[in-house]
């Protein structure tokens, strides 16, 4: 029996991942798809699986697989990527969309130009857990913990050049500080307001952006004095902005939503 799954290939910042919409197309085993089609040679090639589908509380649902299979709570980049699918493939015609994931339900403003979502604005919520780690003698450097529903270890120093982030990312993402791992981002202060940041994504390894990783390090940045409550996180793929609202406590991330390519996936599968 031949199973056809039309998917779209999308990047928030060069975070790219392979979007299915499950109302038509349903995926029984997304661990197993994620590791398979985020494979570069042998698969598609992306950073993981986002599947949007329905909800009972929100207008929209999104789950995340990472590159390894493993499930995420949240996905930043992903979140206004899935903003830009469910508006331009005509699923919705709102421009202020609820979005049901793991960790709660977040909102998406869309900046429409003519037909085609430009930018997306995601209500991400409150940081928590926020702590700083400091490493004596082990690392050259302190951390500071940030969780956006997603765990993250932020690490400002002076040259972002010098940092290994093939060998310390994932040392730090398995250290056993973190027993469900986290995502490692290295960070430098660039200008007023403006941040170098790098990233070892949980799951995925090293990654051209992530947004939940920007919010987490534009937040270590405000607690650390080092910025305002409103920073540009330029990243390798992409810049977004990040602003911690004072009123409501909520991270309010901008940023780009690219659509890259269609695509189906044609499998023979027994029956
Ligand atoms: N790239 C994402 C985060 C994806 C999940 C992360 N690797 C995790 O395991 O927590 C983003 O843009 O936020």
């Not at 090639?45 to 709570?73: H, Q, T």
């Not at 699918?85 to 403003?109: F, Q």
């Not at 050259?140 to 270890?153: E, I, R």
């Amino acid at each position: 029996m031949t199973t056809r799954i039309k998917f779209t290939k999308m990047h928030g910042a060069g975070n790219d991942y392979i979007y299915v919409d499950t109302t038509r197309y349903p995926i029984a085993d997304p661990e197993k798809k994620a590791i398979e089609w985020s494979k570069f040679h042998t698969g598609i090639g992306s950073d993981g699986l986002i599947l949007i589908g329905v909800s009972d509380k929100a207008d929209f649902s999104m789950r995340i697989f990472n590159a390894d299979g493993s499930e995420a709570m949240m996905c930043g980049n992903g979140s206004r990527c899935v903003g830009k699918y469910v508006y331009e493939y005509g699923l919705t015609d709102k421009t202020e969309i609820t979005l049901d994931t793991l960790s709660g339900i977040k909102i998406l403003k869309l900046q429409v130009e003519g037909k085609t979502v430009s930018t997306v604005t995601v209500d991400m919520g409150s940081p928590q857990e926020t702590g700083e780690i400091d490493w004596g003698k082990k690392y050259p450097f302190q951390s500071t913990k940030v969780s956006m529903g997603n765990p993250h270890l932020v690490t400002f120093i002076d040259d972002i050049t010098r940092i290994n982030l093939p060998e310390i990312g994932p040392e730090l993402e398995n250290h056993p500080l973190f027993p469900d791992r986290t995502n490692v981002e290295f960070a430098q202060i660039v200008g007023k307001d403006t941040i170098r940041m790098r990233v070892w994504e949980r799951g995925s390894g090293i990654t051209q952006a992530c947004g939940t990783g920007a919010c987490a390090t534009a937040v270590a940045a405000f607690i650390n004095g080092l910025a305002g409550r409103k920073s540009d996180v330029i990243m390798d793929g992409g810049t977004v902005t990040v602003e911690w609202d004072e009123t409501s406590g909520h991270i309010l991330m901008t940023g780009p939503a690219t659509k890259v390519f269609d695509g189906e996936i044609v499998e023979e599968v027994e029956s």
